[in-house]
């Protein structure tokens, strides 16, 4: 690497640090625009008692699923959870706890996060077991609580396409929560599936700049289908 | 007779207007789609981060990376924009979805609902229900008036842990088509065959019957 150059030639070098005890943010709704292969890396590494703060959880065998194989995640901060039954078995067994979050406070923790603010007042969970231990503040006779922003530690993203500083492009609702979780990590990696040379992408159309990505490594993707939902033709 | 599905979504669909932009929960609500009338122009907003969801893809278009809010694959329609989560939720929280739709397990006269955890049970997450709630300023509730058991969904107070507080006004049941005004539902509409009668008797909270309760007419 030198300069801007963010592109690592191997999964091992894309995740080096990674250490047990961390968090990592990680992008993705279901199993759509996840960063499977560096999901992969992680379950190679061994590492344990993660934190993961990620929409989802995957499923069994697939996507951070893959992580609770061989129990290396402690926590999830999630928002909707439990499509596999290995993580209702830890979670039963009190092996992995789990923080729900509605959807649209942890995208916003995320932004925040890697926006520099440290907290915001939502609406959202006012009233709700989610306001629980929070402080609430009335703005013009509405309450709204006060929800704290996330960091990670590492963040894992998946693009379409990105140029060698970085610059990376989503396709379709795979972009999801990638753009966010590219801002909040300490050390950001995202895996796509084509490196183009700087310049070659449209200034115009770039999702997350440069400036955000640490890493960039090119892979190969299964992008399995979670509910295949067809019409005739 | 109680309503069907379709009929719950018929009848939503008459809440549409031309340039609406809606967010359609999982289940019934999710067949509102199908009854768009004719000549009028609806958007609908997928909060995964899709506006213009257009119908299920033919096998050939099937496309891993485009699914709805529910994780199934789908299409876009002309004009639609795709976007991040935060974007998504901007747009909700920001109060700029002009219609939600979704489902519940109770709903109270103060406007509270109740659709996401049922103490004792494995609890799967709110996802992204809260915000929903919180963000949209009309909001239709789709749900069975009463349970399989005959206990009343529309209550004096909700009993099950909240998904947002004061923010239900309008609740369509497969008996009746409710609104909460000031600490009450009140029966606005009743499916056809239906007696008042029968709705008082299913509906535990405080309920305001005006003289003249209309049939809906399908």
Redesign the interface.
């Known amino acids: 690497m030198a300069g801007f150059d963010k592109v690592v030639n191997s999964y091992e070098e894309a995740m080096a640090g990674l250490e047990s005890g961390m968090t990592v943010i990680a992008g993705g709704f279901g199993l759509c625009g996840i960063p499977e292969n560096l999901i992969a890396q992680i379950k190679q590494m061994q590492v344990k008692d993660l934190t993961i703060v990620s929409n989802n959880c995957g499923v069994d065998g697939f996507g951070l699923g893959i992580l609770l194989e061989d129990q290396q995640i402690r926590k999830m901060v999630s928002s909707y959870v439990g499509e596999n039954a290995l993580f209702e078995k830890q979670l039963l067994d009190g092996e992995l706890e789990v923080e729900l979050t509605p959807q649209g406070t942890l995208a916003e923790k995320m932004r925040a996060g890697g926006a520099g603010i440290p907290a915001f007042y939502t609406a959202t969970g006012f009233g709700t077991p989610v306001a629980e231990g929070k402080e609430v503040r009335e703005f013009n006779g509405r309450s709204y609580i006060l929800e704290e922003s996330i960091t990670g530690d590492f963040a894992i993203v998946k693009g379409w396409k990105a140029d060698r500083y970085g610059n990376v492009i989503y396709r379709h609702t795979a972009q999801n929560f990638n753009p966010m979780a590219a801002t909040a990590g300490k050390i950001t990696v995202v895996e796509v599936e084509e490196i183009v040379e700087p310049g070659e992408l449209d200034p115009t159309q770039i999702h997350t700049p440069g400036i955000y990505v640490d890493r960039l490594i090119v892979g190969s993707f299964e992008k399995r289908i979670e509910q295949r939902t067809v019409r005739k033709a | 007779m109680a309503l069907s599905r379709e009929q719950i979504a018929m009848r939503v669909a008459r809440e549409l207007q031309d340039g609406y932009y809606v967010n359609l929960g999982i289940g019934i609500p999710t067949l509102v789609a199908n009854y768009v009338p004719e000549g009028m122009e609806v958007m609908l907003q997928?909060?995964?981060?899709?506006l213009g969801m257009g119908?299920?893809?033919?096998?050939?278009e099937?496309?891993?990376?485009?699914?709805?809010a529910?994780?199934?694959?789908?299409t876009t329609t002309k004009g639609a924009s795709?976007?991040?989560?935060?974007e998504?939720?901007a747009m909700?929280?920001g109060g700029h979805v002009d219609l939600t739709v979704l489902g519940a397990f109770e709903v109270d006269v103060q406007g509270?609902i109740a659709s996401w955890?049922i103490p004792g049970k494995?609890?799967?997450?709110?996802?992204?229900?809260?915000?929903l709630v919180?963000?949209a300023d009309n909001i239709i509730v789709t749900m069975t008036h009463a349970s399989k058991h005959g206990e009343s969904k529309l209550l004096d107070r909700c009993t099950l842990?909240?998904?947002?507080?004061?923010c239900i006004k309008k609740v369509l049941t497969d008996l009746a088509w409710l609104e909460i005004e000031d600490g009450a539902f009140i029966l606005r509409e009743r499916a056809p065959g239906v007696s008042v009668d029968e709705i008082v008797s299913k509906t535990a909270g405080k309920l305001i019957v005006p003289d003249h309760v209309p049939e809906m007419e399908f």
Do not use: C, H, W, Y
Request: proline share 4%; net charge negative; glycine share 16%.
């Open positions: 997928s909060e995964n981060g899709l119908a299920f893809p033919t096998e050939a099937i496309d891993a990376d485009l699914i709805n529910g994780k199934q694959t789908v795709i976007f991040s989560s935060a998504s939720f909700i929280r509270n955890m494995l609890i799967k997450g709110m996802g992204g229900a809260m915000d919180a963000g842990p909240l998904t947002g507080a004061g």
